[in-house]
């Protein structure tokens, strides 16, 4: 997944991700998921991750392993006990298994 999303990371998009889903929310075709996608985003956004770091695919994909905003929410992990959830830059976490391994 990691190499055919991004290229192991070299490509994860320049779009910002606020934006693009602001933008797939008026679109008509499929407005309920990436309104709920954007809402998701601003939350990340209230939680501490800098909106302009929130780079992705003109679909709201973002990080490593292109996640939505409601994946990050449900799965992102700071693996490497640095205080960020950073799938962007971090490949510990961008490749984290998730909440289960912790509990090992």
Request: aromatic share 12%.
């Amino acid at each position: 997944m990691w190499g055919i999303e991004s290229n192991y990371g070299r490509n994860m998009g320049s779009f910002g991700v606020i934006p693009a889903l602001a933008t797939l929310a008026y679109d008509g075709r499929r407005s309920a998921y990436f309104r709920g996608e954007l809402m998701k985003a601003l939350t990340m956004a209230q939680h501490g991750v800098p909106p302009q770091n929130m780079r992705g695919s003109w679909a709201g994909a973002m990080g490593q392993c292109q996640f939505m905003p409601s994946t990050f929410l449900g799965y992102a992990v700071d693996y490497d006990g640095d205080g960020r959830k950073d799938i962007w830059n971090d490949r510990a976490d961008a490749l984290a298994r998730g909440e289960i391994d912790k509990l090992r």
